[in-house]
């Protein structure tokens, strides 16, 4: 389990924790946060991982659900050298990874599909927790 504690002491602000997704849960994992378009998802955050990061070659991914409803998908294992089209390029955890690569999928999947306001709801989710994420700088940075 991930604890992300707010960057500025404002009491309004509640700390976004990621579970991590037990074996067994997996399988519920995609249709559970984007039902029929599962599969839209699964495909574009491959997709951007294989785009981003020049020596990715697929691997076991992890699923974490967000305290606040979202979700994002992260590998396992060694950092990553992300290279963005704005022009960021640095290694970053893998976990970190995964969030800016579903970032990236889930704005990409708004515009292609504009009357479905599960990712972009699941995109400020996400974005909510990166907010509260040790390595938000790197986040930003790759996503802005």
Request: charged content about 20%; aromatic content about 14%.
């Amino acid at each position: 389990m991930n604890t992300y504690q707010p960057t500025e002491s404002n009491e309004a602000d509640t700390p976004i924790i990621a579970h991590e997704v037990p074996d067994s849960g997996r399988l519920a994992f995609l249709p559970r946060h984007f039902g029929r378009l599962m599969l839209a998802f699964e495909q574009s955050v491959y997709r951007f991982m294989s785009s981003l990061a020049p020596e990715y070659s697929g691997g076991y991914w992890r699923a974490f659900d967000l305290s606040n409803g979202g979700c994002y998908m992260a590998t396992t294992g060694e950092p990553v050298l992300l290279c963005c089209e704005n022009y960021f390029s640095d290694t970053v955890t893998a976990d970190t990874a995964g969030i800016i690569v579903c970032l990236y999928a889930l704005s990409n999947l708004c515009f292609a599909y504009r009357n479905v306001e599960n990712f972009a709801d699941h995109f400020h989710k996400l974005r909510g927790f990166a907010v509260q994420h040790k390595d938000r700088e790197l986040i930003f940075a790759a996503i802005d």
